[in-house]
């Protein structure tokens, strides 16, 4: 039988102690969009909710110097009203756009989209095409986390039951051009085919800086490493361009699924490629 307790802390210290002594019995809920789901489906039968979503210090997008902070409760919603997220932060405001519809975009947080660990994880491939890092806490202390080294496969990643994703933080792109495109099987409300973004900066005509992200491809979200070394340096000519694709193909892993075929998945991910350039630059 189901059986549920439920706190409410007035602090992020008070829900890290919690989160402490409950240990695997305690679980986090912040935007409850993918966690209700889960417990109407019996996927979790039987924890104590630790309900974090009315703490102010999990809350607030900030930008000092170079570098922006988004607090983990920050809902879709919030980021696309966001200038600065929309001024220095372009990929993860272009991805809010197509994130669910705006009833789920008003309470789904990032934290809780990083938390919830998704291939297809709207906010977490915008949020690698940022090279952004995880801010994580506990009793023992904070912790700071590449995103490409935030998940270990499936809805997993490295976060432990005893800490709270706090925020995420990144350098401004300001004078970058970004894109992000998601492929499903409708224009809204679907869960991403697979998904792309794109930040990259030119000097002259030549590929300065570039990072490519891509969603639902492999166990994890991913970068694609090899494609933006061999873009760095070139001038995006078509014979660059559909070279970049063939690599690109080489570093995803996707799966068949009732929504696509692999093979289907691996001529997508050259072709987002291409488009995700176009869109940038255009
Ligand atoms: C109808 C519908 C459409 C959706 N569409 C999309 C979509 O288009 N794109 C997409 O990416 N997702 C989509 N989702 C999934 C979901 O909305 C997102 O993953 C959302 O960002 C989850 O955030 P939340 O605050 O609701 O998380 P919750 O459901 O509250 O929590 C999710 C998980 O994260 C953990 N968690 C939450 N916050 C923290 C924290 N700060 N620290 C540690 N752990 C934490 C929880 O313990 C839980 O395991 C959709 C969901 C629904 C129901």
């Given at each position: 039988m189901s059986s549920f307790a439920y706190a409410v802390p007035k602090t992020k210290d008070e829900a890290l102690a919690l989160l402490n002594e409950l240990g695997p019995g305690g679980r986090v809920v912040a935007g409850c969009t993918n966690i209700l789901p889960d417990i109407r489906a019996k996927k979790i039968t039987a924890c104590t909710l630790v309900d974090?979503?009315?703490?102010?210090?999990l809350k607030g997008i900030n930008v000092r110097g170079e570098k922006v902070t988004i607090g983990s409760l920050t809902t879709i919603n919030e980021l696309l009203h966001s200038e600065i997220v929309a001024n220095h932060g372009q990929v993860l405001w272009q991805a809010g756009q197509r994130f669910a519809d705006p009833l789920v975009r008003n309470r789904a947080t990032i934290g809780g989209n990083l938390a919830n660990a998704s291939p297809a994880a709207d906010g977490v491939v915008p949020l690698l095409a940022l090279d952004a890092r995880v801010m994580v806490a506990s009793l023992a202390g904070e912790r700071e986390i590449p995103v490409d080294a935030f998940f270990t496969g499936p809805g997993k990643s490295v976060l432990q039951p005893n800490e709270l994703i706090t925020g995420v933080s990144f350098a401004k792109t300001t004078t970058m051009k970004s894109a992000f495109i998601k492929f499903g099987l409708r224009k809204a409300m679907a869960i991403s085919l697979a998904s792309i973004g794109l930040v990259v900066g030119l000097k002259g005509d030549k590929v300065d800086q570039v990072r490519i992200a891509l969603g639902a491809l492999a166990p994890t979200p991913l970068r694609a490493r090899q494609t933006e070394s061999y873009l760095a340096g070139n001038t995006l000519t078509p014979a660059v361009v559909a070279r970049a694709q063939e690599i690109v193909r080489t570093e995803v892993k996707p799966i068949s699924d009732v929504r696509a075929s692999q093979e289907y998945r691996l001529h997508l991910t050259g072709v987002l490629l291409k488009r995700a350039f176009e869109a940038a630059l255009a």
């Open positions: 974090i979503s009315r703490l102010a210090e």
